[in-house]
């Protein structure tokens, strides 16, 4: 039996993982990089020796998380003031340890200092953050070559494969 149809329909089985594959040169033998982590939104963080905070702007608030350093359990009833530039407001608690500010102040692209103030029935702490905003990057386009013109190519092949095949088979009966 010619094992050439085999090994062409197996080629083009193979097409679409080949062709899709890495997008580098293929030639790196070194440990592979991580790539950062990129983050859901914007945030900013601070800590001192009681408090964490993470701030972290959506749907037009800043919600802030606060938690013990020491514990990261989340901080239930505290009264929260932040303050940036001539924005300053008071944060309602949405549930144990999140809080809320309006937030239209901080949906422009740029850098805004927050000063915030904490108090709870036994501690009061001041944490400074900087929440930078960068403007949306545009989304990046894929060098390789299109999905369809690999399938279109898959099919190709394996069109022509069969029509190899079935030439073979009909020049056998002939014989």
């Keep these: 039996m010619n094992r050439f149809p085999v090994l062409l329909l197996a080629a083009c089985a193979a097409l679409p993982a080949w062709a899709g594959g890495d997008p580098s040169d293929g030639h790196t033998h070194g440990p592979l990089e991580t790539a950062p982590i990129a983050l859901d939104a914007p945030r900013a963080t601070a800590h001192s020796e009681d408090f964490e905070l993470v701030v972290v702007p959506a749907a037009g608030e800043l919600r802030l998380y606060l938690d013990r350093y020491d514990t990261n359990a989340p901080v239930a009833g505290a009264r929260i003031e932040v303050e940036s530039g001539a924005v300053r407001a008071t944060a309602r608690e949405a549930e144990a340890g999140l809080y809320t500010v309006p937030g239209e102040a901080f949906t422009?692209?740029?850098?805004?200092?927050?000063s915030v103030t904490i108090e709870t029935d036994t501690t009061a702490d001041l944490l400074a953050a900087t929440l930078e905003i960068t403007a949306a990057a545009p989304l990046a386009t894929a060098t390789a070559f299109p999905r369809w013109a690999i399938w279109a190519?898959?099919?190709g092949l394996l069109g022509a494969a069969a029509i190899a095949m079935l030439r073979r088979r009909r020049q056998g009966n002939t014989a």
């Design 108 to 114: 422009a692209p740029g850098r805004h200092p927050l």
């Design 153 to 155: 190519g898959t099919g």
